[in-house]
């Protein structure tokens, strides 16, 4: 007899494991499974040789929803906050510098040229629309500002996100809030402040901050785990999905899904199934009930990215490394997407008397550089942000992390394409989709997609 659950989630990320969670909470009897031996996908922490390294995500950005889930875990004890005014860099002709914290600075910035000061202003005062058609990134920033803020700002902010081309990036579906602004304000300045400000006073003692937690991000994903206990399986990997036939029957199974695993197969029987798996995983599993989807989820483009921590003796570093770490512009001609100064941010991230960095190599524009071996990556990088920080010893301790598929590019076409598939959905009652490729990359916007399925979810039973 196949095994029977109200709710089964394929796919152990923090998509999966968020959605599971509050399934589970919301006592919906749910399973988790995931082909891998670990939970968390991406999101993993290392401790070595008295380092501490994130081999993903280097920290997250704070939200109402996740202080309230981090409660819930017994987290907020662990969690550490980044001091916000630390500042972010830039490299510009070799040198760091720091990037302006709000428009006002912005405007007095020395690496920006006096016409993008001008058209800056022209954004404050006058009143633009954007065009019908889907707009890239570049497109926009051009059209609205300037090709040396999309050189020296944007572009490499959009490599800090997306590792991603900012010519093939959309605009709409990467940066909504931005193409928001300027659709209903007129004006990216006065949309953004208009939104913030209303935010400000949705959850005016909730502001946003760089966090992570004394054990690493992992320790999140962790604590998800073990609340799920025996409803998360891993080393299970679903093989295939079927629709069953439609049935008058209140609470029949609408879907059977194979799953293999070290003992064998197991078919397993739920009435709603939520994937929160890649895109391209996605489309072969989808592919039995309708070909439909194959297209539109295999075309989501990913980028790999190589994550390359290395340590060294605080002698070593000529010049001070206090803050966020900073972001390096294609036109540099260095691989190095940018680099992150872990030990800064976080305590325990590094022996006394050391201090710890975390670049990032690869993306679109460079996708062989996750075939390198791990000791050419921390050479290269090494050799890259030697003269930068003026480092005149070679590293001590090294940590690298190949990701061939690790960051889902929203690029031109996207929107449309994310329509089609949940044009598609509505086909099949009970199935849904959830991941980074949908309404964005970042940790705290999955989380918020896959607690609004599950309260959905939570809803249908109910009525």
Same mark, same amino acid.
Request: include cysteine; charged fraction near 15%; hydrophobic fraction near 45%.
């Given at each position: 007899?196949?095994?029977?659950?109200?709710?089964?989630?394929?796919?152990?990320?923090?998509?999966?494991?968020?959605?599971?969670?509050?399934?589970?909470?919301?006592?919906?009897?749910?399973?988790?499974?995931?082909?891998?031996?670990?939970? &968390?996908?991406?999101?993993?922490?290392?401790? %070595?040789?008295?380092?501490?390294?994130?081999?993903?995500?280097? !920290?997250? #950005? /704070? =939200?109402?929803?996740?202080?309230?889930?981090?409660?819930?875990?017994?987290?907020?004890?662990?969690?550490?906050?980044?001091?916000?005014?630390?500042?972010?860099?830039?490299?510009?002709?070799?040198?760091?510098?720091?990037?302006?914290?709000?428009?006002?600075?912005?405007?007095?910035?020395?690496?920006?040229?006096?016409?993008?000061?001008?058209?800056?202003?022209?954004?404050?005062?006058?009143?633009?629309?954007?065009?019908?058609?889907?707009?890239?990134?570049?497109?926009?920033?051009?059209?609205?500002?300037?090709?040396?803020?999309?050189?020296?700002?944007?572009?490499?902010?959009?490599?800090?996100?997306?590792? &991603?081309?900012?010519?093939?990036?959309?605009? %709409?579906?990467?940066?909504?809030?931005?193409?928001?602004?300027? !659709?209903? #304000? /007129? =004006?990216?300045?006065?949309?953004?402040?208009?939104?913030?400000?209303?935010?400000?006073?949705?959850?005016?003692?909730?502001?946003?901050?760089?966090?992570?937690?004394?054990?690493?991000?992992?320790?999140?994903?962790?604590?998800?785990?073990?609340?799920?206990?025996?409803?998360?399986?891993?080393?299970?990997?679903?093989?295939?999905?079927?629709?069953?036939?439609?049935?008058?029957?209140?609470?029949?199974?609408?879907?059977?899904?194979?799953?293999?695993?070290?003992?064998?197969?197991?078919?397993?029987?739920?009435?709603?199934?939520?994937?929160?798996?890649?895109?391209?995983?996605?489309?072969?599993?989808?592919?039995?009930?309708?070909?439909?989807?194959?297209?539109?989820?295999?075309?989501?483009?990913?980028?790999?990215?190589?994550?390359? #921590?290395?340590?060294?003796?605080?002698?070593?570093?000529?010049?001070?490394?206090?803050?966020?770490?900073?972001?390096?512009?294609?036109?540099?001609?260095?691989?190095?997407?940018?680099?992150?100064?872990?030990?800064?941010?976080?305590?325990?991230?590094?022996?006394?008397?050391?201090?710890?960095?975390?670049?990032?190599?690869?993306?679109?524009?460079?996708?062989?550089?996750?075939?390198?071996?791990?000791?050419?990556?921390?050479?290269?990088?090494?050799?890259?942000?030697?003269?930068?920080?003026?480092?005149?010893?070679?590293?001590?301790?090294?940590?690298?992390?190949?990701?061939?598929?690790?960051?889902?590019?929203?690029?031109?076409?996207?929107?449309?394409?994310?329509?089609?598939?949940?044009?598609?959905?509505?086909?099949?009652?009970?199935?849904?989709?959830?991941?980074?490729?949908?309404?964005?990359?970042?940790?705290?916007?999955?989380?918020?997609?896959?607690?609004?399925?599950?309260?959905?979810?939570?809803?249908?039973?109910?009525?």
């Amino acid at each position: 007899m196949p095994k029977k659950v109200q709710a089964m989630v394929i796919g152990a990320g923090i998509s999966g494991l968020a959605a599971a969670y509050h399934l589970q909470k919301a006592r919906v009897d749910t399973l988790l499974v995931d082909a891998a031996h670990r939970p &968390g996908g991406v999101i993993c922490s290392v401790a %070595r040789d008295g380092y501490l390294v994130e081999c993903g995500p280097q !920290s997250f #950005s /704070g =939200s109402p929803a996740l202080t309230a889930l981090f409660a819930e875990l017994n987290l907020l004890p662990d969690r550490v906050i980044a001091n916000p005014k630390e500042p972010r860099y830039v490299l510009i002709d070799g040198v760091l510098q720091a990037v302006p914290a709000s428009p006002a600075g912005l405007l007095a910035s020395p690496f920006l040229s006096g016409g993008t000061r001008f058209a800056l202003l022209r954004d404050i005062f006058g009143h633009t629309r954007p065009p019908d058609s889907d707009e890239s990134i570049a497109q926009f920033v051009r059209r609205k500002f300037s090709a040396t803020l999309l050189e020296r700002l944007v572009a490499p902010f959009v490599s800090g996100i997306y590792a &991603g081309d900012p010519e093939k990036l959309s605009l %709409r579906a990467a940066f909504p809030a931005v193409y928001e602004a300027e !659709s209903k #304000s /007129g =004006s990216i300045l006065r949309g953004m402040f208009h939104k913030a400000n209303k935010n400000s006073t949705i959850n005016p003692s909730e502001k946003p901050n760089v966090q992570s937690f004394r054990c690493g991000n992992e320790q999140f994903t962790l604590a998800l785990a073990a609340a799920l206990g025996e409803h998360l399986l891993l080393n299970k990997e679903a093989i295939s999905i079927a629709a069953l036939p439609r049935s008058s029957e209140q609470n029949a199974p609408r879907f059977q899904v194979t799953v293999r695993g070290i003992k064998g197969q197991e078919i397993i029987e739920c009435e709603r199934l939520l994937l929160t798996v890649p895109a391209d995983v996605a489309a072969l599993m989808l592919n039995a009930l309708d070909t439909g989807f194959f297209d539109p989820l295999s075309g989501v483009e990913y980028a790999g990215v190589a994550v390359v #921590s290395l340590g060294y003796p605080n002698e070593a570093i000529q010049r001070g490394a206090n803050g966020f770490g900073f972001l390096v512009p294609r036109s540099s001609g260095l691989s190095v997407l940018g680099t992150v100064w872990n030990s800064s941010l976080f305590p325990g991230r590094a022996p006394a008397g050391h201090s710890l960095f975390t670049s990032f190599v690869g993306g679109v524009t460079n996708p062989s550089a996750v075939q390198q071996s791990p000791a050419s990556l921390a050479a290269l990088v090494h050799r890259e942000i030697a003269p930068i920080l003026r480092l005149n010893q070679e590293f001590t301790f090294s940590h690298v992390t190949a990701w061939p598929r690790a960051i889902p590019q929203y690029n031109l076409g996207h929107t449309a394409r994310i329509q089609k598939i949940r044009t598609l959905l509505t086909n099949f009652p009970g199935l849904h989709l959830a991941g980074n490729y949908l309404n964005g990359p970042a940790i705290p916007v999955c989380i918020q997609q896959a607690q609004d399925l599950a309260a959905e979810i939570r809803i249908s039973f109910a009525n």
